[in-house]
């Protein structure tokens, strides 16, 4: 005969077998959701000064400073199996010394329930800026990208890129004055 304990272990076994394969079932249900929406990304002000750099050898580097116009809706992406997104903007960029330069420069958590409408004007820069050298001034190709991090109740983290890109061109000499 079975004891208390090996049936109750035999049920909670059991549970969790069932438990796992509907977690599983919800998961395929939005597996293959496009979460792709377009974006559209306006640059107003783009300065580059070169500064002091104290992370490494005293030598000086360029820090951009970037402010822009953010505009999307995100309620497509949202069912019932999204919780949360995490969007950041990149500026990505090649110099002679890094053939890819990834740069985060602002981030954003929406919840579920939050106004899923992007409107930003005039939003600067939430990160610095810094490339380890003197590759921002005159650099003619650095392309900004929103992309974000769907948060599923169940499920992989999906990594998805917005349908719009901004390049843009850093001017070719350095600002002078104090303030951003």
């Not at 919800?26 to 792709?36: E, G, I």
């Not at 809706?73 to 949360?84: A, G, M, R, S, T």
């Not at 930003?120 to 810094?130: A, P, T």
């Amino acid at each position: 005969m079975n004891t208390v304990l090996s049936r109750a272990n035999s049920l909670f076994a059991f549970s969790l077998s069932v438990m796992a394969a509907l977690t599983f079932g919800c998961f395929v249900t939005t597996a293959f959701k496009d979460r792709s929406v377009p974006v559209d990304i306006h640059v107003s002000k783009v300065m580059i000064k070169n500064v002091d750099d104290f992370t490494g050898p005293r030598e000086r580097s360029d820090l951009g400073f970037v402010t822009f116009d953010l505009s999307a809706n995100l309620q497509p992406i949202f069912d019932w199996n999204v919780k949360e997104l995490f969007l950041y903007l990149t500026a990505e960029y090649t110099t002679k010394s890094n053939a890819l330069n990834q740069v985060v420069l602002w981030d954003k958590i929406v919840l579920r329930g939050e106004n899923t409408k992007l409107n930003l004007k005039e939003v600067k820069s939430k990160y610095f800026f810094f490339d380890d050298g003197n590759g921002l001034r005159a650099n003619k190709n650095i392309t900004l990208t929103l992309s974000w991090n769907v948060v599923p109740n169940a499920g992989i983290l999906p990594l998805v890129m917005g349908s719009g890109h901004k390049s843009l061109a850093f001017p070719e000499s350095y600002e002078a004055a104090k303030s951003y």
